[in-house]
T-cell receptor
Framework: DTGVSQDPRHKITKRGQNVTFRCDPISEHNRLYWYRQTLGQGPEFLTYFQNEAQLEKSRLLSDRFSAERPKGSFSTLEIQRTEQGDSAMYLC??????????????FGDGTRLSIL | DAKTTQPTSMDCAEGRAANLPCNHSTISGNEYVYWYRQIHSQGPQYIIHGLKNNETNEMASLIITEDRKSSTLILPHATLRDTAVYYCIVRFAYSGAGSYQLTFGKGTKLSVIP
């Protein structure tokens, strides 16, 4: 168990640029989640995948946000035309879930995004 | 998911037991109580979860009241490395609609004092 890995750990970019973050989940986990955390707040759910299917995306903050998990393994979160308010920590988590077996989510250490 | 209420902050002397309370008075019968913690600049770390019975693992113990309306996370011998924000979360037990997300509050900031 090597844990959930996120890359990069830090990203600084100018307003208006596009950014993409990567998440590698724990290998046997079929679910992958994205959360956002702003200063002083708990993480806020954005979206999740079961295998390669994105089953919930209504919580994505705007149409500038999109996520993919093309082969059911790693995932990417993209933010287009970044704004100052997008500055936050973006967290990825993964878990195994099957029928009545709903295991805990395990988090990576996040990507901290700073918009200049 | 049901809402939880936790104190904003707590202090604990190093080496003593840290008892972190959580109220979840609207919890339903098929919702687990989960505890996570977040050390500065890291992602949330899973600690323990339970449904009805008390649970213990290598990190902590979870005591759930008989009516399930509140619980207490116990760190038996707190160290300086246990200084973190601790989140109490309720979540559906089964893998279905509404079970996918964790709803975090602001948690309890635990400071372990030398």
């Amino acid at each position: 168990d090597t844990g959930v890995s996120q890359d990069p750990r830090h990203k600084i970019t100018k307003r208006g640029q596009n950014v993409t973050f990567r998440c590698d989940p724990i290998s046997e986990h079929n679910r992958l989640y994205w959360y956002r955390q702003t200063l002083g707040q708990g993480p806020e759910f954005l979206t999740y995948f079961q295998n390669e299917a994105q089953l919930e995306k209504s919580r994505l903050l705007s149409d500038r946000f999109s996520a993919e998990r093309p082969k059911g393994s790693f995932s990417t979160l993209e933010i287009q035309r970044t704004e100052q308010g997008d500055s936050a920590m973006y967290l990825c988590a993964s878990s195994f879930a099957l029928d009545r077996d709903n295991q805990p989510q395990h988090f990576g250490d996040g990507t901290r995004l700073s918009i200049l | 998911d049901a809402k939880t209420t936790q104190p904003t902050s707590m202090d604990c002397a190093e080496g003593r037991a840290a008892n972190l309370p959580c109220n979840h008075s609207t919890i339903s019968g098929n919702e687990y109580v989960y505890w996570y913690r977040q050390i500065h600049s890291q992602g949330p770390q899973y600690i323990i979860h339970g449904l009805k019975n008390n649970e213990t693992n290598e990190m902590a113990s979870l005591i759930i009241t008989e009516d399930r309306k509140s619980s207490t996370l116990i760190l038996p011998h707190a160290t300086l490395r246990d200084t973190a924000v601790y989140y109490c979360i309720v979540r559906f037990a089964y893998s279905g609609a509404g079970s996918y997300q964790l709803t975090f509050g602001k948690g309890t900031k635990l400071s372990v004092i030398p």
